[in-house]
C-alpha cells in the first residue's frame, strides 16, 4: 500500500522533535508528581540551556488566558503544559482556542501527571497546514 506523503507532512519536525525531547529529560529528572512551574522553570532552564528562542506565561488575546511557552525564532509552536489526572477535551479545546487567537499553526499539549509522557500535536483547526 503507497502513503501519499504530502498529506503526512510534519509540521516544524527538528524543533518540535527537540521540544518532546527537552520535555522527557524534565520528566525524567522531576517525575510525575512534581507541580506545572516547577516543569516549566525546568524546561525553560533547559530551552536556554539550547539557546531555543521562547516566550513565557503569553496572554492570548483579551480573554485574560496565558500560553505557557511559545517556542522557536519565529514563534512557530505553543506549548501548554498540564499536570492532571487525564487529558480531556478541555485541554485540547484549551490548546485549540489559543491556536486559533494567534498564528501559529502546531501547538504540543504535554501532561507530565503521566507515567510515561506522551505529548500530543494539535494542528490549528482551518488551517491548510502549507
Not at 500500500?1 to 520535555?23: F, H, Q, W
Not at 522527557?24 to 516547577?38: D, I, M, P, S
Not at 492570548?60 to 506549548?79: C, K, Q, W
Request: net charge neutral; charged share 30%; aromatic share 10%.
Amino acid at each position: 500500500m503507497e502513503t501519499n506523503n504530502k498529506d503526512t507532512k510534519v509540521l516544524y519536525p527538528e524543533l518540535s522533535y527537540k521540544i518532546v525531547g527537552l520535555a522527557f529529560e524534565v520528566h525524567n529528572e522531576l517525575g510525575q508528581f512534581a507541580r506545572e512551574k516547577q516543569y516549566a522553570d525546568l524546561l525553560e532552564e533547559k530551552f536556554k540551556n539550547e539557546n531555543i528562542k521562547y516566550k513565557r506565561e503569553l496572554i492570548m488575546g483579551d480573554s485574560g488566558n496565558i500560553a505557557d511557552f511559545i517556542v522557536g525564532e519565529s514563534e512557530e509552536i505553543l506549548l501548554e503544559l498540564k499536570t492532571v489526572r487525564v487529558i480531556g477535551r478541555a485541554q485540547f479545546n484549551q490548546t485549540q482556542n489559543y491556536l486559533q487567537r494567534s498564528r501559529i499553526k502546531l501547538g504540543i499539549l504535554i501532561n507530565f501527571s503521566d507515567k510515561y509522557l506522551r505529548p500530543k500535536r494539535i494542528l490549528r483547526i482551518g488551517d491548510d497546514n502549507s
